[in-house]
């Protein structure tokens, strides 16, 4: 399977920001996909998690409450909505699959659970 982001821009403080992830070679509800960030010189941090079974939802504690993770079945596509974006939000984000839809809901925030990633879609928040 293979995933596209794209979506990333710059947007000040405040602002929302949808990014996307295209799911090719498979059917996007076969797969949990989860955003990731990764800000310069930082570690890879969980963001949202979207389950395969049933569309659970996960987020990050920095981001639950601002932003939202959805599914478009017909599109094949993953959505993150931004909304009340802040500096500490700019970072390259990342959509990742995991083995086909087998990641527990104790497992979404493990980085090991993803093998598939897309490429990074770069997102800046400025004052």
């Known amino acids: 399977v293979q995933l596209q982001a794209s979506g990333g821009g710059s947007v000040q403080v405040g602002g929302s920001l949808r990014v996307s992830c295209v799911v090719s070679?498979?059917?996007?509800?076969?797969?949990?996909v989860g955003w990731w960030r990764q800000a310069p010189g930082m570690e890879r941090q969980f963001v949202a998690a979207i389950r395969a079974v049933g569309g659970t939802t996960a987020y990050g504690d920095s981001v639950r409450g601002r932003f939202t993770i959805s599914r478009d079945n017909a599109k094949n596509t993953v959505f993150l909505q931004m909304n009340g974006l802040n500096p500490e939000d700019t970072a390259a984000y990342y959509c990742?699959?995991?083995?086909?839809?087998?990641?527990?809901?104790?497992?979404?925030?493990?980085?090991?659970?993803?093998?598939?990633w897309g490429q990074g879609t770069l997102v800046t928040v400025s004052s």
């Open positions: 070679g498979g059917r996007v509800n076969s797969y949990t």
């Open positions: 990742a699959a995991d083995r086909g839809g087998t990641t527990i809901l104790s497992s979404l925030r493990w980085l090991q659970s993803y093998v598939h």
